[in-house]
Nanobody, 119 residues
């Protein structure tokens, strides 16, 4: 059974920083890519960032250089460093992984971690 667990959310003032973590556990052979998405109240889920196995990353347009996604392959963990946070970054942040487990490629989501940007 594969599980993704996010951590690192919380309350931060505008202009502050947070680092989210997402650890994948279970019988994992390989991870093709890991993503971060977010969903604000009353809005659709939005793509934030993706990092593939080779380390290349892509970001949502709104990121504008403020966020950095990284990955520790040995720990099956992805990170999202968020700087210069704005109130509009307030949302639940979800981790997603496309991986191979027991010979089968599958998609998995974490339970989410809440980020609140407010003074």
């Amino acid at each position: 059974q594969v599980q993704l667990v996010e951590s690192g959310g919380g309350l931060v003032q505008p202009g502050g920083s947070l680092r989210l973590s997402c650890e994948a556990s279970g019988s994992i052979s390989s991870i093709n890519y890991m993503d971060w998405y977010r969903q604000a109240p009353g809005k659709e889920r939005e793509f934030v960032a993706r990092i593939i196995s080779g380390g290349s990353a892509v970001y949502g347009d709104f990121v504008e250089g403020r966020f950095t996604i990284s990955r520790d392959n040995a720990k099956n963990t992805a990170y999202l460093q968020m700087n210069s946070l704005k109130p509009e970054d307030t949302a639940d942040y979800y981790c997603h992984a496309d991986l191979v487990s027991n010979g089968v490629r599958s998609s998995h989501w974490g339970q989410g971690t809440q980020v609140t940007v407010s003074s």
